[in-house]
């Protein structure tokens, strides 16, 4: 019973913040790139036609799902990832001991160039349907990877994408001059 409730904890408090920092550092982004915004707010008019977004529509709205993807990718709420070796391992010809923790910079994997050209350039079209089929699986890291992810992954990528476009139906966000 404990470790069900320190799950379901886990899954309000962290999906909470995390959600939230993910859409706050995707409407900056937008903000900073006008023509992206733009597709997405018509994306979003035209599939929705005013009506409130639901769990039907997410496949009508792959850029509005791109757009927060990307977000994911460039600002990361979770921007490191520790793990504690379980055994002794051997990492390219790095030893690793058994106990010790290792931190997987996301931020990094998120911006290397080997996986993502031009990674300081905000574009969501690496997350459409299709691209990226020649990226590893492990370059993409903003929920963590392989039998430790985070179990909230779906359910966090489909609210947001529905947030973000009951809210593009209303309003468009923009920085404050200066």
């Known amino acids: 019973i404990k470790r069900i409730r320190d799950e ?14 993910a859409l706050s550092w995707m409407w900056y982004l937008l903000a900073l790139n006008p023509a992206a915004r733009s597709r997405m707010l018509d994306e979003v008019d035209t599939v929705l036609q005013g009506r409130t977004p639901t769990a039907d529509d997410l496949s009508n709205l792959p850029w509005t799902t791109a757009v ?44 290397d160039p080997r996986w ?34 985070c179990i909230g992954q779906g359910f966090a990528t489909m609210e947001s994408v529905l947030i973000t476009a009951m809210l593009s139906q209303r309003y468009v966000f923009d920085l404050v001059p200066g």
Request: net charge positive; hydrophobic share 40%.
């Open 116 to 149: 993502w050209p031009n990674p300081e350039q905000f574009d969501p079209s690496r997350f459409l349907p299709g691209a990226g089929k020649d990226r590893p699986r492990s370059a993409y890291l903003p929920f963590g990877g392989g039998r430790r992810s």
């Open 8 to 21: 379901a904890i886990t899954l309000m408090l962290a999906g909470h913040e995390t959600t939230a920092n």
């Open 68 to 111: 927060f993807l990307e977000a994911m990718r460039y600002f990361s709420p979770a921007w490191a990832i520790p793990r504690v070796a379980v055994h002794d391992d051997v990492v390219g010809d790095q030893a690793i001991p058994k106990g010790t923790t290792v931190i997987i910079p996301a931020h990094l994997v998120h911006h």
